[in-house]
């Protein structure tokens, strides 16, 4: 299946999802973010897969747009 390039879903469906950098880094989606100072930047805000820390790690979302994403079912969430 392919998704056209004029498809849109809220940011919020994208929450928990898992995303893989190129060097196989996992991350889940926490939320999303808007610097106030740079409101055209969307800043996802992510917090490590296999670690217990809640250290958040942000970026923006230009900068993973060859990461990696497997979208979550709804029970997933982040403790």
């Given at each position: 299946?392919?998704?056209?390039k004029?498809?849109?879903?809220?940011?919020e469906?994208?929450?928990?999802?898992?995303i893989?950098?190129p060097?196989?880094?996992?991350?889940?989606?926490?939320?999303w973010?808007?610097?106030?100072?740079?409101?055209?930047?969307?800043?996802?805000?992510?917090?490590?897969e296999?670690?217990?820390?809640?250290?958040?790690?942000?970026?923006?979302?230009d900068?993973?747009?060859?990461?990696?994403?497997q979208?979550?079912?709804?029970?997933?969430?982040?403790?």
């Amino acid at each position: 299946m392919q998704l056209l390039k004029n498809s849109q879903i809220r940011l919020e469906t994208l929450n928990h999802a898992l995303i893989t950098n190129p060097n196989g880094v996992e991350l889940r989606i926490s939320h999303w973010a808007v610097d106030v100072q740079n409101i055209h930047e969307i800043l996802v805000v992510c917090h490590e897969e296999d670690g217990l820390g809640m250290d958040e790690i942000t970026f923006t979302w230009d900068s993973i747009q060859d990461w990696s994403i497997q979208l979550q079912t709804e029970g997933y969430r982040i403790c």
